[in-house]
């Protein structure tokens, strides 16, 4: 396949409530007239995320049977092939991978496929920091990968940090990743420029992290206390109840909450309502109108330590117009 033909891929990670999803649909507003494919990769069964990209002329995929990087690169290189097959040409992949994933198996997939390797290449690694959030989870595995991989590290939502917070942030992450560009951004906004195209994979930086990248045996456990429990329902949600549920959530168990988000069903109201939260920030806005064909349905994902799920079920229960 000559030079021209070779399809450059974008990888998409960082901790989850980031913003990935935000930037996601950034850069497809600001890339209007490439023909994009989105793969998204989500941690359990469900896939609130395709509610959240911003439908344009990109194709959404989904993979869905869990973390990337233990079952799915037989998915990848399948969904890959496809595109490849199709008379359409694409002209950029997008992978946004969950929040929960280390990327190693995702850049594996390009560098150790034959197929895969000889048909794409991969333009940059962006891997997306909270800078209010992420001191909590650099105990964990994921972040850490997620960091070392990166060959841009986009430090998002530094409106809500101190400036000594902003420079140990600053210190740290260079201990971890020292090749790594870092571009600095609020509400993920940053010009696509800088981002797409660069080119700025260097498969020798990361080898300098993880000299057994290209070593085919690849162990990797989920943190075991993090859960993650989907609610769906028909019957319509009541507005205030929605509110009291919320508001107790996000006061006593936001240290835990890492994610949660989804569509809601309100009887008083004739649009959906779309919410997200990362620990003790919760945002809810009025979606699209419900088409008159479509199923009116809840759908509430919670991704979290320690999570009682009785206890998440009673509330959701509870507030039933």
Not at 43 to 56: A, M, N, Q, W, Y
Request: proline share 2%.
């Amino acid at each position: 396949m000559s030079k021209e033909q070779i399809i450059p891929v974008t990888i998409l990670t960082g901790f989850l409530g980031a913003g990935k999803t935000t930037l996601l649909n950034n850069l497809l507003k600001d890339l209007p007239e490439q023909k994009i494919a989105v793969i998204i990769n989500e941690f359990g069964d469900t896939s609130i995320d395709s509610h959240l990209v911003v439908s344009t002329k990109e194709e959404i995929m989904e993979i869905n049977s869990g973390c990337i990087c233990c079952n799915v690169r037989g998915d990848l290189i399948n969904i890959l092939s496809n595109l490849m097959k199709q008379e359409e040409k694409i002209d950029r992949i997008v992978i946004e991978t969950t929040g929960m994933a280390n990327p190693a198996p995702v850049i594996q997939t390009f560098l150790m496929d034959e197929q895969t390797a000889t048909s794409f290449e991969i333009d940059s690694v962006i891997t997306m920091v909270d800078a209010k959030h992420i001191w909590q989870h650099l105990k964990e595995e994921e972040p850490g990968q997620q960091i070392a991989f990166a060959d841009v590290l986009l430090l998002n939502k530094m409106d809500l940090v101190t400036e000594d917070e902003k420079n140990n942030l600053k210190q740290q992450l260079f201990n971890m990743n020292p090749h790594a560009k870092r571009i600095y951004t609020t509400y993920a906004n940053v010009d696509s420029q800088d981002l797409i195209g660069k080119k700025s994979f260097e498969l020798g930086n990361i080898l300098k992290i993880d000299p057994n990248l290209l070593v085919e045996t690849h162990h990797h456990h989920h943190n075991d206390q993090v859960t993650s429990f989907v609610f769906r329902e028909d019957r319509p949600l009541d507005i205030e109840k929605v509110n009291k549920w919320f508001a107790y959530l996000v006061q006593f168990k936001g240290e835990n909450l890492y994610r949660y988000k989804g569509v809601l069903h309100i009887k008083q109201l004739e649009k959906r309502v779309v919410f997200q939260g990362v620990h003790m920030l919760f945002a809810g806005t009025e979606g699209f109108k419900w088409a008159n064909h479509e199923k009116r349905q809840s759908e509430i994902v919670f991704i979290g330590k320690d999570l009682d799920f009785q206890e998440l079920e009673r509330g959701f229960q509870y507030c039933l117009a």
